[in-house]
């Protein structure tokens, strides 16, 4: 469990960049992250064959997601955050951590198109 307020997050990896596409490994003070829960709420699957069925009775987190600022990293599994979380996330709910890279220009030439690769649960999306 995540709690609001933490000021620093455990993941895998913290240099957040698989397939060199950023310039640099995640870092430094100003680096941008979004957290977010894909997963975890609870929804009614008894077998009543009522309008019910399919309801979800209860979040549990899932959808809660913010932007945030790093401030630095320790060691190569430990993100320390600018500001506490806002929010509460459950680990078990598929939490995902995601590099935010901020630009300053960005130009797409006439017919081009920019795309993600598809996600093969891990990376990707």
């Not at 019910?52 to 430990?78: C, L, M, P, R």
Request: aromatic share 6%; glycine share 10%.
């Amino acid at each position: 469990m995540l709690q609001a307020g933490a000021t620093s997050i455990s993941v895998n990896n913290a240099y957040l960049n698989t397939n060199n596409r950023f310039p640099a490994n995640l870092s430094s003070s100003g680096d941008l992250i979004m957290i977010i829960q894909m997963q975890g709420a609870t929804i009614n699957t008894s077998d009543t064959m009522s309008s019910s069925w399919g309801d979800i009775t209860a979040y549990n987190n899932a959808g809660k997601f913010e932007f945030i600022e790093v401030s630095s990293i320790t060691g190569s599994t430990t993100i320390n955050l600018v500001t506490g979380l806002t929010n509460s996330y459950t680990l078990s709910g598929k939490v995902q951590v995601i590099r935010v890279q901020r630009l300053t220009k960005l130009k797409v030439n006439s017919g081009a198109s920019i795309t993600a690769p598809a996600w093969n649960g891990s990376t990707g999306g």
